[in-house]
């Protein structure tokens, strides 16, 4: 369960930013490519939370699709997946461009 292992990094860099003050809300943009399951980032989250300015905050998981472009024709692909050819003109040549991303977008402060 490597939802831990991030969220326990999500936590630290709400901490560093945070300070002392009290987080109701973190919203993190996460790339298909790492494999993170909802369910588990959620309770993985309260875990890493507790004890911290940011226990029993909510936590948004936005998934980000994979993005590929194909070097053949230029054709832009997203999947859930990394494409092994491109579907507009089957060439092999395809470069990730996105679904690799942590992004800790926004945090929230109690009142």
Known sequence: MHELGLCTSIVEAVEQRAGERPVA?????????????????EQSFQV???GTVAEDAGAELVLLPVLARCRA?????????VPMACPTCGAVDVALVGGDELVLESIEYRA
């Open 48 to 50: 890493a939370a507790l």
């Open 73 to 81: 024709c230029g054709a832009s692909i997203e999947s859930d997946d």
């Open 25 to 41: 809300r973190v919203t993190v943009r996460v790339g298909w490519l790492h494999h993170v399951h909802p369910e588990d980032f």
